[in-house]
């Protein structure tokens, strides 16, 4: 089992930046995939970028170029800096760890607010 904290939403202006954070509670490096999902009222979770255990990342296509997913092993954490922050990008941003296609892993959500 593992824990997920995010840390860092905000409310920023558009065109400005934010860094998310996700401290896992255990070690990351065998949870096969790290993620951060958003979503706003109404909707459904929407995946915004993923860092697989081998490093490789994917990006939903409205954030290419924009926002890049990291992680730093030594302090379980996984990273989503966001530039270029537009008002669509208002959301409830998810942590998730995915240590098996069977299990996922969900934190408390931080919301990120960007004012036109």
């Known amino acids: 089992q593992v824990q997920l904290v995010e840390s860092g939403g905000n409310v920023v202006q558009a065109g400005g930046s934010l860094r998310l954070s996700c401290a896992a509670s255990r070690s990351i490096f065998n949870i096969n995939a790290m993620g951060w999902y958003r979503q706003v009222p109404g909707k459904q979770r929407e995946l915004v970028a993923t860092i697989a255990r081998g490093g490789s990342t994917m990006y939903a296509d409205s954030v290419k170029g924009r926002f890049t997913i990291s992680r730093d092993g030594a302090k379980n954490t996984v990273y989503l800096q966001m530039n270029s922050l537009k008002p669509e990008d208002t959301a409830v941003y998810y942590c998730?760890?995915?240590?098996?296609?069977?299990?996922?892993?969900w934190g408390q959500g931080t919301q990120v607010t960007v004012s036109s």
């Open positions: 998730n760890a995915r240590p098996n296609m069977w299990t996922d892993y």
